[in-house]
């Protein structure tokens, strides 16, 4: 197989890499703050809980996850295993990095100056009014490193849907490895990541400095 | 302990506090405290750091929750006997006072502007009226052609100029000052009691904690002296700083002198 073939094949998955992408980051990142909010939440069971779930997400393998999401239903009630593996794939990839993001979140509003509460509170601010103009820009800036580190990650994470054989690049890529035997497809995938990851980077870069118009 | 009245004011006080208590855990840093602030008067409060005096104004706007005794504005209860009023009525009563904290507590995201407006734009003033009023409060502060900078682009004084300006476009009754130059260097701690002073002459009520003794003297009608939860010695101006009768308030005014 020539390398041309080899890249077109892959290129042929990279829709789906694209997919659990952009999916995961549309889901985790709200499903996130709901966690954080959560993790911060007076009731002490409430926290508890949550802190346990995040600790468990965070302490696992992301790999171990996929296959659960995947390969769980149908072990636990027999249920047929999802014919589309997105479905699955998504989840997992959600609920881990929306763990994630939420220790970020959580870090990030835990650092507002509680002076900002209090001159919001005496403003007659009402408390969704200071979280939502006072306080949540503010932690937006302050997590954006953080963020783009766990963005760039995820890019790289989703060669792990190969675990549950979902036809992304890398899980092409290894299926011409082996039956190629050829480590071409490896660095080809290296490549793909590398090129996905500077456009990442420069468009983190852009709302990072979009955010630099005031300390 | 009784009520003060200042200047024998016939009208109701805007602020009246009763007997106010406050501990955080074992610690009572408020010892049934009351005082009143007539329309048009200054009220400085002075004394030691750790005295109460700043956790006194933090009860008077809600921002710390009082163990006992009445909060009144305008005569109507805030806090009757350690009750609050409901949440509702809170916040009515919070549009009755503006604070100047001492570490400014600006927005650091929104514009000078901004920082000033988006409060009475969010109460539902009307638009243009907020805008024209945040206008001539930064001509009287002196920030002419600052309305589009952020806070971080402006000096101490500066920002403390437009906290000021931020709290009285709320049109207060009263305006709090919690420290409102400890965290400013000597010059800029200047220009900003200049327009507390300005204030006072156009009849802005206030109370004022400080640590600036001359300022206090001068700019005030009625000075607190607090100590350990409760007011020590209190009166005119001239009788507290040239004429203090209690020995704490001698001891305390001697190391200012120094």
Redesign the interface.
């Known amino acids: 197989m020539s390398l041309l073939t080899m890249i077109v094949k892959m290129s042929e998955g990279l829709g789906k890499t694209c997919a659990i992408f952009f999916l995961t980051l549309l889901f985790s990142l709200p499903l996130g703050m709901i966690v954080a909010l959560l993790r911060m939440s007076k009731n002490k069971l409430v926290s508890a809980v949550t802190r346990f779930i995040i600790t468990v997400l965070r302490g696992t393998p992301l790999m171990l996850q996929l296959l659960a999401v995947t390969y769980g239903p149908y072990y636990l009630f027999g249920a047929n295993v999802a014919r589309n593996k997105l479905i699955p794939v998504v989840i997992a990839f959600s609920i881990n990095y929306a763990a994630y993001f939420a220790e970020i979140y959580r870090g990030g509003i835990e650092s507002i ?1 509680v ?2 509460y ?8 009402s408390r969704l ?1 200071t979280f939502t ?2 306080i949540l ?2 932690v937006i ?1 302050r997590i954006m490193p953080s963020v783009t580190n766990e963005v760039v990650t995820l890019v790289k994470d989703t060669s792990m849907a190969f675990t549950v054989s979902y036809q992304e690049m890398f899980t092409i890529g290894k299926q011409i490895a082996n039956s190629q035997t050829s480590f071409m497809p490896f660095i080809v995938a290296g490549v793909f990541y590398y090129v996905f990851n500077f456009i990442v980077d420069r468009i983190m870069g852009r709302i990072e400095k979009r955010l630099d ?3 | 302990m009784s009520d003060i009245t200042v200047n024998g004011a016939s009208s109701a006080p805007i602020l009246e506090i009763r007997n106010l208590q406050k501990s955080f855990g074992s610690n009572n840093v408020l010892k049934d405290i009351s005082l009143s602030v007539e329309p048009g008067n200054v009220v400085s409060i002075i004394g030691p750091s750790g005295s109460g005096k700043s956790t006194l104004l933090r009860c008077a ?3 710390e929750t009082a163990d006992g005794g009445d909060i009144l504005y305008n005569g109507q209860y805030a806090m009757h006997g350690g009750v609050y009023a409901s949440k509702a009525e809170l ?1 009515g009563f ?2 009755r ?3 100047v ?1 001492q ?1 400014f ?5 929104y514009s000078v502007m901004k920082n000033i407006t ?2 009475p734009l ?2 539902g003033h009307d638009k243009q009226e907020v805008r024209e009023r945040a206008e001539s409060l930064l001509v009287k502060m002196g920030l002419e052609g600052k309305e589009d900078s ?3 682009q402006l000096s101490g004084g500066q920002q403390q100029r437009v906290a000021i300006a ?2 009285l476009a ?1 049109k207060p009754e009263i305006l709090f000052f919690d420290e409102p130059t400890s965290a400013l260097d000597p010059e800029l701690t200047g220009e900003v009691l200049k327009v507390i002073r300005q204030l006072a002459d156009d009849h802005m009520t206030m109370v004022v904690v400080t640590h600036e003794m001359p300022f206090a003297r001068a700019v005030s009608n009625y000075v607190i002296f607090m100590d350990k939860g409760v007011i020590v010695e209190q009166g005119d101006p001239e009788e507290v700083f040239g004429a203090p009768t209690q020995e704490r308030t001698k001891q305390f005014l001697r190391n200012y002198q120094k």
């Open positions: 100056p002076g900002q209090e001159a919001a509170e005496v403003l007659g601010y009014q103009r006072i820009p503010q800036k118009y005031y300390k | 706007s809600f921002l916040g919070r549009t006072f503006g604070m904290f570490n507590n600006l927005f650091p995201h988006e409060a969010l109460h952020y806070p971080c931020r709290a709320l």
